[in-house]
């Protein structure tokens, strides 16, 4: 393949623009084309940085098809997995006259599992809407080929009936099963071994890296080339698969498994059940003495508690006693070797957190009420993950709209060890002087001060009754979202949509449907939110998103960089809030036809020197601190241009067509 060959094919004269008379070529897209091809047939590591609207998915799946290399494109979120299977790479294929066999693959979870599906229907107790869910699934489950939950309508994806019908690492009987050879896991697994071209998403690929527990272990060395879409996730989820954790969820589920194990495979032991309920009643006692200490925060120094360090010390024993009635009876069946098994890491894994030697790790706990979860995390992934990189065979492309801060990407390198890696970057091609503005109003107050709050609440005020609701408010904690729903409920003509209220999926889709309504959201709504059109018009983020400076893994992070010499604002908290920044703004224009309003309120954008660093990371929009301009932005619409988008595809987080 000509150095020119992918960027030909998606010119004027190519077979994009013959399939499609909408399609108008790109020169970034054609330009990030070439440059991903280059590095597959260099065999070089690249980083790619291309704004909305450049057509990055057609840019790195044209010269990967074009390479016949074996290929893995791994991407965000499940929804953007089944948009870029479905849709993107049919289209791509079609295109190009080739026909590779292509496989998607997910977690577990996203996997009906027939043996949870035949415990469920005799599980006593079940609420009568689950019952009813729990109808609707056999139904389904009589008829589907794949066994994709993501198939069955009307069900929530947060539904208490699918940890029911779904199976994890722990409770996976694996060839032991009775199902094993009608499994839908299984199935998928065996698929992906043998594609040409295999979609997953960033959690299964990191579990998998870290863990080889997802099963495509045998297809990674294989694969030649592998593409990481919306990259910019990738180093906090990379810490969290090389980390580990135990959760009161984890042991309590374990706990029900062997009462339920025991009944079927060992009902003459009545000691194991016995084992298993004493284990429920220190993890009881335990959860009641860490809901003292809600929140995050470091373990390390709570460990020393009296109270604390007593009641983990009676867990662990309760741990090693139901270990040893598992051992005694795991070949009296599957189950309970299964249940063996899962005592012996989670008390493993508990152990971990008595050692105190290891300052490579942060330890922390998260304390809800009604449960907790204790976490190890690495301060670092790059060593870990460049390792992984230097036994890997492919050539990784790591792509995404924001990698670089300012042009810059050593944040991203050092946080993933890619200082070798080739690096290219394209701007969005739309219009930002004449679609947008950037308004900041003139806030006198800092955040974490008493008047901030209500002054973004009167300044949203302000905003969106000019721009006629059709507006996000983008928060950077819950507490800030519970207190501006109320007065712009009371005060606003519009209909005002809170996160929590309903899932992402409905709030976005009644969002669009309304046509003037008001979201307010935090971090969920940040990335991975497409709303094209009149729709959207406006976005307000309250304030500068800066990880909050009590969060345990950002503590101790700090630690280490002004150990190694390092200034942890400058070279860890700085880049990171500016990268989420871009994130949030980049909500506002999905599409050329796009206008919009971004509102920034923070005041330290003006008073501090680090402001010009975030507003340098934002595309080139016109600024003002004048409300007047705003008006008159808003007062423009009626008039502006429309532009021919039957180019436009539907893909989630960017316009790629």
Known sequence: ??????????????????????????????????????????????????????????????????????????????????????????????????????????????????????????????????????????????????????????????????????????????????????????????????????????HLLFADMALREEGFGELLPTVRVIIADEAHQLPELAAQAFGHSVSGRRIRDLVRDCVAAQQKEAADMPALVESARALDRQLQALTAILAHYPGRREFDPLRDEPLVAETLSSLTEALKALGVQLAEASERGPELETCALRCEEIRARLAEFGDRDNDDWVRWLEALPRGFGLHATPLTVAEQFGARLAQSAATWVFCSATLAVDGDFSHFRRELGLEEALAASWDSPFDFARQTLCYLPPIAVNPGDAGFLPAVVEQALEVITLSRGRAFLLCTSHRALEYYAAP??????????????????????????????????????????????????CVIIDKLPFAPPDDPVLKARARRLTHEGRDPFRDYQLPVAALTLKQGAGRLIRDINDRGVLVLCDPRLRSKGYGRTFLRALPPMPQTRNLADVAAFFALESTRPHYNTTEGETHEQTQDW
Not at 94 to 108: F, H, T, Y
Not at 490 to 511: D, I, M, N, W
Not at 521 to 527: D, H, P, V
């Open 1 to 202: 393949m000509t150095k020119s060959a992918a960027s030909s094919l998606l010119g004027a004269e190519g077979p994009f623009a013959e399939l499609d008379p909408g399609f108008a070529p790109r020169a970034a897209q054609q330009a990030m084309a070439d440059v991903v091809a280059d590095a597959i047939a260099t065999r070089m590591h690249l980083l790619v940085e291309a704004g909305t609207g450049t057509g990055k998915t057609f840019a790195y799946l044209v010269p990967a098809l074009l390479s016949g290399q074996r290929t893995l494109v791994s991407t965000a979120t499940r929804t953007l997995q089944d948009q870029l299977f479905e849709d993107d790479l049919p289209r791509v294929c079609r295109a190009l006259g080739v026909n590779p066999e292509r496989a998607l693959l997910k977690g577990r979870a996203n996997y009906l599992c027939l043996h949870r599906l035949a415990l469920a229907r005799g599980q006593p107790g079940l609420l009568a809407e689950d019952q009813r869910r729990l109808a609707r699934i056999e139904t389904w489950a009589a008829r589907t080929g794949q066994g994709d939950i993501a198939e069955v309508t009307g069900i929530p994806e947060e539904a208490a009936i699918w940890p029911q019908v779904t199976s994890t690492v722990d409770n996976c009987l694996g060839q032991g099963c009775t199902y094993f050879d009608d499994c839908f896991v299984v199935r998928a697994r065996r698929k992906a071994a043998a594609a040409d071209i295999v979609v997953v998403n960033h």
């Open 488 to 537: 712009l409920r009371a005060r606003l003509p519009y209909p005002v949509l809170v996160q929590g209220e309903a899932s992402r999926a409905t709030l976005l889709s009644e969002f669009r449907r309304l046509g003037n309504a008001v979201l307010i959201g935090t971090a969920t709504f940040w990335e991975g939110v497409d709303v094209r059109g009149e729709a959207l018009s």
